[in-house]
């Protein structure tokens, strides 16, 4: 897959070929967007695709509201894909499109953006949502819906939930699709049989079986309702343990589990299998060490994480899991001819094996030994295409997990995560291992409980990633170097300002280290407490930064932000390298981390 971009002369960034000539990817359209910036005028971005020949320039145009179409640029867009608009008439509906150009011949391109007569200035658009009472959105994700080369957006909104290391009901989960103009789609209710909370309900958004239209994926359970009003199971049936002095009150651990593939155009359910891995007893969702013991208070049992992965270099795969504190079990499902078939299942199995309790809050998926297919990293182990433990290193579990080219002057991928250290157990409570073959290249905070960590080129004048993390003041280079002090910013990641390194984000706001405070949702409010993380982060419409969408403080709208600031760098759009589309549909799950690409980006960016 080959990616390039533009400064003051091109320089080329190089990945294998086989990524983007073989993977089933979606076929998007431009994804203009515009966002006013004054009365009079808008920032409006489009994507570059891997395909697109470096010479590839731009028109674009503005159709008013009379049905008026003028072109924008004096000359053609060549080096950017974005554009200021500074004469539109604010009093009319105003549209942007682009067409691309090739020498003097311009092809019509998919892809416009509207913004309604006397809109006010705001650094976003939004869509107002239909939630139900008493429930807020929480986590989205992001596919092709309708097959219309534009992304559509799920919204998990979530009433009472429940960890689950706490007893108590929780509020059934429900899923809402729209469109980006604020077209609400549809509706799936999970129902009382499916508990609400962080380590329970992961969703997946993919298209599946490539035929242009993404599917919405996850666990379901009697008396789930489609968007149709079909029944999954029994829906008489209520598996709750609803005595209150139980030590289980509110927890589901008996009742048959099933795994649901929805069509994502219409919500409608068009596969159910039962769940793998089944919960079986309770009391064995143990391992070795640390936190590691049984508990049969379904603590353990519950804790679902969920992936896409290209297992056979071509096709994607769903990857539903279980368990991370002792046993760790993943399956992996093909979805073909409106069937799921289960493709392989890899299980820790007991306390002996040296994979129990090595699992995370999270996941990653990348090709981590560029064999062309995707391995699960999963926390302190590695999980090969093919169902196989690849590696261990031993470090167990944590809260936090990094995966890309971290260090650019090496040919491999790098794994950076922090460590629970507790109930007597030892260990490094920060590790950065070869992604390749799992050897430890730098380890730090020994026998030491670390609760935050990230690790990202932030510091523009330096090439690789920084490491930092809670409970150290330093800022470490890739090396294991410290260079200056630590942000105090520990939780997410986001390119928005125009250079190459990454600026972090954290509840409403973006900082840019070294300078502060670049950017305030004034009105908007993050997700799941101190973690404070976004619906979404991504590279989902417009040129190469990220788009951020938060909800709303009234909880009634999402907000999608998308940075105004001009760039030098020409570059298409992240969607299209493999492990960062992986990444923006696993970001949901459990404990939520930022997407990284498969590749080095930052200051210093080689051919």
């Known amino acids: 897959m080959r990616f390039q971009f533009y400064m003051t002369c091109l320089i080329l960034v190089t990945v294998p070929s086989f990524l983007f000539a073989q993977r089933q990817m979606e076929n998007l359209d431009r994804g203009l967007v515009a966002i006013k910036t004054g009365d009079h005028a808008a920032f409006v971005s489009w994507r570059l695709f891997n395909e697109d020949p470096e010479d590839l320039a731009f028109n674009l145009y503005r159709k008013n509201g009379k049905g008026e179409i003028a072109k924008v640029n004096a000359e053609p867009i060549h080096k950017v894909t974005w554009y200021k608009d500074e004469s539109f008439d604010p009093s009319q509906k105003n549209s942007w499109f682009v067409k691309s150009l090739k020498g003097k011949q311009e092809s019509d391109e998919k892809g416009s953006f509207s913004i309604a007569a006397s809109s006010p200035v705001k650094p976003y658009f939004s869509i107002p949502l239909q939630k139900p009472d008493g429930y807020a959105p929480n986590d989205i994700s992001v596919g092709d819906l309708d097959g219309d080369g534009q992304y559509e957006i799920v919204v998990h909104q979530v009433g009472k939930s429940r960890d689950n290391s706490q007893k108590g009901m929780t509020d059934p989960p429900v899923f809402q699709a729209y469109k980006l103009d604020g077209t609400f789609l549809w509706e799936i209710n999970l129902g009382k049989n499916i508990r609400e909370g962080a380590h329970y309900t992961q ?24 968007a149709l009003g079909n029944v999954i199971g029994d829906t008489s049936k209520d598996w709750r343990d609803l005595d209150q002095e139980s030590s289980t009150y509110g927890k589901i651990l008996s009742g048959p589990e099933y795994l649901t593939v929805f069509e994502g155009s219409t919500g409608k359910a068009i596969s ?32 679902f994480t969920a992936c896409v992965a290209y297992l056979d270099g071509k096709h994607p795969s769903l990857v539903m899991g279980r368990g991370y504190y002792g046993r760790t079990v993943l399956a992996a499902f093909d979805f073909t001819k409106g069937e799921l078939q289960n493709r392989w299942v890899f299980d820790s199995k007991d306390g002996k094996n040296p994979y129990s309790g090595m699992g995370n809050h999270g996941l990653s998926v990348a090709d981590v030994d560029f064999d062309g297919k995707d391995e699960i990293v999963f926390g302190s182990m590695v999980v090969d295409d093919n169902g196989e433990g690849l590696y261990t290193t031993g470090l167990r579990h944590g ?128 997700n799941n407490g101190t973690k404070a993380t976004p619906a979404l982060s991504g590279d989902i419409l417009g040129d190469w930064r990220e788009e951020l969408i938060l909800r709303s403080e009234d909880n009634n709208e999402l907000r999608i932000y998308s940075s105004p600031i001009p760039t030098a760098i020409k570059m298409p759009t992240l969607m299209q390298d493999s492990q960062y589309r992986v990444s923006i549909a696993w970001q949901n799950v459990a404990y939520n981390q930022p997407p990284h690409p498969s590749f080095y980006m930052g200051t210093g960016m080689k051919e």
Not at 218 to 225: E, I, L, S, V
Not at 439 to 462: H, M, Q, T
Not at 517 to 524: H, K, L, N, T
């Open 203 to 226: 969703f997946m958004v993919f298209d599946l079986d490539g035929d242009g239209r993404a599917e919405f994926a996850c666990k379901t359970a009697d008396g789930t309702t489609d």
């Open 272 to 303: 159910t299998v039962d769940y793998i891995p089944a919960r079986g007893d309770i009391g064995t969702w143990g391992g070795v060490g640390g936190n590691g013991g049984n508990d049969n208070s379904g603590n353990r049992v519950d804790r």
């Open 399 to 526: 809260d936090a997990l990094h995966v890309s080219d971290l260090d650019p002057s090496t040919p491999d991928l790098e794994v950076f995560g922090i460590h629970e250290i507790e109930d007597g157990t030892k260990g490094p409570g920060v590790a950065l291992f070869n992604a390749r073959n799992g050897k430890v290249l730098f380890e730090a905070a020994p026998d030491i409980d670390v609760g935050r960590g990230v690790a990202a080129n932030i510091d523009s004048s330096r090439v690789g990633a920084q490491m930092w993390w809670s409970g150290d003041p330093n800022l470490y280079d890739i090396k294991g170097n410290i260079i200056g002090e630590a942000p105090r910013e520990q939780n997410f990641l986001i390119w928005w300002d125009g250079d190459l390194s990454r600026e972090l984000l954290d509840r409403n706001r973006i900082t840019k280290y070294g300078k502060g405070v670049i950017f305030e949702a004034e009105g908007a409010t993050s």
